[in-house]
């Protein structure tokens, strides 16, 4: 039985969209890391040292959103909403394409906190819903854990020879090269379509529903 949320190629899309949405935030945004909330933590101690209080609120609001996002991505794990609301899984998948979508429709004169907040809020869905390749764990949003294993893994296939470790040392280079790839494309998207750039990353993530539905098909014929 394939699963799909947690396949090689599930992962690249919303890896890659993990990647494009730094930079996306950061040129367009207000320079606001909106997924991976280390940059936001540390820039928020930062502004408080230096009594600006209100930058300091531009970094803590999307790390209140994420914690929302986090503990609502839990709950849909365990479960509790499937008796009220068939597939989940899937309607969570959906809202984050719809929330970025919408994204690329708020323009730029507007407060970047307008935009910084639900899209990490949407980050946090990723991270919590999905954070396994098969057996591996791995993170969407941010690349200093897949790094951490990706040595870990080169370790155990060069030092020890193991041939899963190999498997793993490859799996993790792909996912890291989407990430970069992903913040490269970003930053050129950017660049060029300004703040309609959020429109790539919510096609691929709705490129993911896509998925789900070959996956059926292919299990309904087998």
């Given at each position: ?95 984050q394409a719809v929330v970025l979508a919408v994204v690329g429709f708020i ?116």
């Amino acid at each position: 039985m394939t699963v799909t949320s947690s396949s090689l190629r599930f992962a690249l899309l919303i890896t890659g969209s993990g990647g494009f949405l730094d930079a996306y935030t950061v040129l367009a945004r207000g320079g606001v890391f909106a997924t991976a909330q280390t940059g936001n933590v540390v820039f928020l101690a930062l502004n408080l040292a230096h009594g600006e209080w209100r930058q300091a609120s531009a970094h803590l609001w999307p790390i209140v959103a994420f914690i929302l996002g986090v503990a609502i991505a839990t709950h849909v794990k365990q479960g509790r909403l499937d008796h009220v609301l068939p597939f989940a899984l899937r309607w969570t998948i959906a809202l984050q394409a719809v929330v970025l979508a919408v994204v690329g429709f708020i323009p730029a004169t507007v407060p970047p906190s307008l935009v910084t907040i639900p899209v990490a809020f949407v980050a946090a869905l990723q991270i919590e819903l999905f954070r396994n390749i098969g057996d591996l764990n791995y993170i969407a949003v941010a690349t200093t854990g897949n790094l951490m294993r990706w040595v870990e893994a080169g370790y155990g296939r060069i030092v020890t020879g193991d041939p899963a470790s190999g498997t793993a040392f490859r799996t993790y280079s792909l996912v890291i090269t989407t990430f970069a790839t992903g913040a490269l494309v970003g930053a050129i998207a950017t660049r060029g379509l300004g703040v309609h750039a959020s429109w790539v990353p919510a096609a691929l993530i709705a490129g993911t529903l896509l998925l789900f539905v070959l996956d059926d098909r292919a299990e309904s014929s087998e």
